[in-house]
């Protein structure tokens, strides 16, 4: 078993920050990429940022600049500072893991997600 738990989410107004947490536990061996997505409602889930095990990153052009993904290998942590927030980044985000597991086979782990809400 692999368990993501995310923590973080909340209320803020927009201009704010906020910053998520996620703790990857269980029977895992490794972990390649680590990244986050979000769901906005009646909008597809859609990648926001992700961060691979040698420390390169990925963002989406709307997160570019106001969004820093960052990781500790060591403790199976993924964060996701966001400044500047605006509304349209409200959505429930989701982080995901690309595990390697215990027994050697992968899985691709979710979080059961955390709610942003920006309001204007």
């Known amino acids: 078993q692999v368990q993501l738990v995310e923590s973080g989410g909340g209320l803020v107004q927009a201009g704010g920050s906020l910053s998520l947490s996620c703790t990857a536990s269980?029977?895992?061996?490794?972990?390649?990429?680590m990244g986050w997505y979000r769901q906005a409602p009646g909008k597809q889930r859609e990648l926001v940022a992700r961060?691979?095990?040698?420390?390169?990153?990925y963002y989406a052009d709307s997160v570019k600049g106001r969004f820093t993904i960052s990781r500790d290998n060591a403790k199976n942590l993924v964060y996701l500072q966001m400044n500047s927030l605006k509304p349209e980044d409200t959505a429930v985000y989701y982080c995901?893991?690309?595990?390697?597991?215990?027994?050697?086979?992968?899985?691709?782990?979710w979080g059961q997600g955390t709610l942003v809400t920006v309001s204007s």
């Open positions: 995901n893991a690309n595990v390697v597991r215990t027994d050697y086979l992968p899985l691709d782990a």
């Open positions: 269980g029977s895992i061996f490794s972990i390649n990429a």
């Open positions: 961060i691979f095990s040698g420390g390169g990153t």
